[in-house]
């Protein structure tokens, strides 16, 4: 390969052919670092309204360090991956108060801080200060993969440094926030999964893979073992006088310190109806009778787990004097920050015709 021509190929065309995206017309750091952030594991389309939404509120480091966390998980909701955002307002308030309020440009500095890996500082360093620091994420390495005719398996972490050290090697100096956004760019348009469009790429000369044939082949992944399923009972519980029952989540562990309706895993060939009333005066000391007939079935899939909810409402008497719990007006419901799954328990239960 001539590396020179690939560097300038590919950027020529990342300066011709770059989507508008709102994070790409900014030069902050913070900025970038959030884009980066939600950009983890999250479609584009899906993250430009969060992006704008969370920067009118959050417009920069002080804002965020200095927010309420329920204000900051309420910004996030829906986004999913919420360990995401509980990170970074940590690692905020971190360069709040140890580095003045700027991101720091050093790279050991930026990578010590909660939530921000190789790709991320990558990312950062490289977009927002012009480092040739490589960021390797899996677009990137499945572009670098078919370029270089590299065959390891990418699903395994040690894979990683084999890619950082073949970019970093490739890297165009001159201008490495282009370069790394043109590698991320090319393999989200250009260069992806299952039907790469070779005909229009910019490097088609010097991809490997695309000489060989082998570009469908590539990147090697293992499949991950299958998703385990959990089947759970969730039920939407009111007082007489229409305040509605809601808890908050454990501080750590999956979606932690977000507001959930109380549910259970629901053992097979029982009596749902029971089995929640049951864990009802068990979990929070109150009575409670819940309907026979459930509302809805929510299935929410999770990267290693999937939840099938069956959704119930249900009336209990009496205060919940359980900790992490309240009871709030239905017309305030919605101003607490939930997982997608509770949201669509709420929606389901809200709009439907007694």
């Known amino acids: ?38 950009l983890q594991q999250t479609r584009v389309d899906t993250v430009i309204p969060y992006f704008n939404r969370f920067m009118e509120q959050f417009p920069t480091i002080d804002a965020l360090a200095s927010a309420d966390e329920e204000a900051v998980m309420k910004a996030w909701e829906g986004l999913g991956y919420y360990s995401r955002v509980r990170n970074l307002q940590s690692a905020v308030k971190e360069v709040a108060q140890n ?67 073949a970019v970093g090697e490739l890297m165009y100096e001159e201008d490495p926030s282009s370069f790394n956004q043109a590698l991320m760019e090319l ?9 790469p469009s070779c005909l229009l790429c910019p490097v088609q000369n010097h991809c490997q893979a695309f000489e060989e044939g082998v570009q469908r082949e ?59 009333e049951s864990f009802v ?20 899939v999770f990267s290693h787990l999937t939840w099938e909810i069956d959704v119930y409402t249900g009336v209990i008497e009496g205060d919940v004097e359980k900790e992490r719990t309240q009871l709030v007006e239905k017309e305030k419901v919605e101003s607490f920050a939930f997982s997608v799954s509770h949201q669509k328990i709420w929606n389901h239960v809200k709009g439907r015709k007694e």
Not at 187 to 195: E, L, M, V, W
Not at 263 to 271: G, Q
């Open 1 to 38: 390969m001539n590396i020179t021509k690939f560097q300038h190929d590919l950027v020529n065309w990342y300066e011709a052919e770059k989507r508008d995206l709102p994070w790409r017309r900014e030069s902050d750091p913070y900025k970038i670092w959030v884009s980066e952030i939600m």
């Open 99 to 165: 580095y003045g309020g700027s991101v720091p440009a050093d790279k050991d500095k930026f990578l010590s801080l909660k939530g921000v890996g190789p790709y991320t500082g990558g990312a950062v360093l490289s977009i927002a200060y012009g480092l040739p620091e490589p960021a390797v994420d899996g677009n990137v390495m499945r572009v670098v993969s078919r370029l270089l005719s590299i065959w390891d398996d990418i699903a395994k972490p040690s894979t990683r440094k084999i890619f950082e050290q």
């Open 187 to 195: 393999g989200a348009i250009i260069c992806t999964p299952t039907s």
């Open 218 to 276: 590539l990147p090697v992944k293992t499949k991950k073992k299958a998703d385990k399923k959990v089947h759970i009972g969730a039920v939407v519980l009111s007082t007489n006088d229409g305040r509605i029952l809601i808890e908050k989540r454990p501080e750590s562990g999956l979606l932690a310190n977000l507001w959930q309706f109380p549910n259970v895993e629901m053992p097979a060939e029982t009596n749902p109806r029971h089995v929640l």
């Open 281 to 300: 005066e068990q979990e929070f000391g109150v009575k409670a009778a819940v309907s026979s007939n459930k509302v809805t079935d929510i299935k929410h």
